[in-house]
DNA sequence: ACTACGTCCTGCTTGC
DNA sequence: TGCAAGCAGGACGTAG
């Protein structure tokens, strides 16, 4: 599940194989990743054809090539989408969905099973295109404000978890590391955000923003140079997590067996022993 | 403005 | 052995 160090690592990798390439052919094998584009798959192929790539951005889980003409290629990588950097006489990927022809003996290819990920040309929007102006600065910007965040954090009533998954708060932050950064600020995710102190608030904020930057620290190499067989959920991070897929494994702050429980159709993990449960509230369904 | 829930997708795993 | 349910979950639309 890509999050936003593993995005971070795509977008390096696509700055340093394809930036200033220029696209020669646009092949849309599957309509649905272009579903958001108005012009479909021959308008976004049109679109993009004969482009020069000058930059390659992101803000949260969200990344952009920056075009010649003022335009943007905008991408998210959904729960299983990939950017692959690949030779053109590389056998397609299983689930290969758009491939892109360059200048250069590289091909880009956007591959995703399950299709929650697509592709748009956005109009204008090599420097932040519009259809994510809704989405906050994630932690790893150097404008991200934690202060105000936390003071917005602690005027809403939700529980910080659903909180810390609201793109329009605070971007970049999945699954994954909402529960490692509650783990490590020993906060429980149905705690609402009116009842966290301010230190707290601030707390859970910068521990999001250190596992992020250190899972990244971790994910530098995942993105190989010329055969890049690595997927957006590869493990190399597993090893340093706390809470999260360790149900029933001793905390490793004071051993008590994490817990799994449902939240929002997906699960959360945490300490029963480190984050107590807000007194009133939701009660966490166990199992 | 905020809150909460349903939906989209496919493939692997689990259970009867 | 076969088949269906369960599970993974980010972002968005909608209703309240």
Not at 107 to 114: K, N
């Amino acid at each position: 599940m890509p999050e936003l160090p593993e995005v971070e690592v795509v977008r390096a990798g696509l700055e340093r194989h394809v930036r200033h390439a220029t696209i020669t052919v646009v092949e849309v094998l599957h309509p649905r990743p272009v579903r958001r584009d108005p012009g479909g798959p021959a308008g976004f192929a049109a679109a993009l054809r004969g482009r020069r790539i000058d930059t390659v951005r992101r803000r949260g889980k969200y990344w952009w090539l920056g075009l010649d003409n003022g335009d943007a290629l905008l991408g998210h990588l959904g729960m299983s989408g990939q950017m692959l950097v690949r030779p053109p006489g590389a056998p397609d990927e299983r689930h290969l969905r758009i491939r892109f022809g360059l200048d250069r003996p590289l091909e880009l290819r956007f591959v995703d099973q399950r299709m929650f990920g697509g592709l748009l040309v956005s109009p204008g929007g090599a420097d932040l295109p519009a259809e994510i102006a809704h989405i906050a600065r994630d932690p790893l910007d150097p404008e991200f404000d934690q202060v105000e965040v936390a003071r917005r954090v602690r005027r809403r009533t939700s529980g910080i978890k659903r909180l810390l998954l609201d793109q329009t708060l605070v971007s970049g932050i999945g699954n994954i590391y909402a529960d490692e950064a509650l783990w490590r600020a020993g906060v429980h995710g149905d705690r609402p955000g009116t009842r966290l102190s301010r230190g707290q608030a601030l707390e859970v904020l910068g521990q999001a923003r250190a596992v992020m930057a250190e899972a990244l620290a971790e994910g530098g190499t995942s993105f190989d140079a010329l055969y890049v067989n690595v997927n957006g959920q590869s493990g190399y991070f597993d090893r340093s997590l706390h809470a999260y897929g360790r149900e029933g494994s001793p905390c490793d702050r004071c051993g008590t067996a994490i817990r799994r429980v449902a939240f929002m159709n997906r699960s959360s993990y945490y300490c029963p022993g480190c984050q107590r449960p807000p007194r009133r509230g939701p009660e966490p369904t166990p199992r």
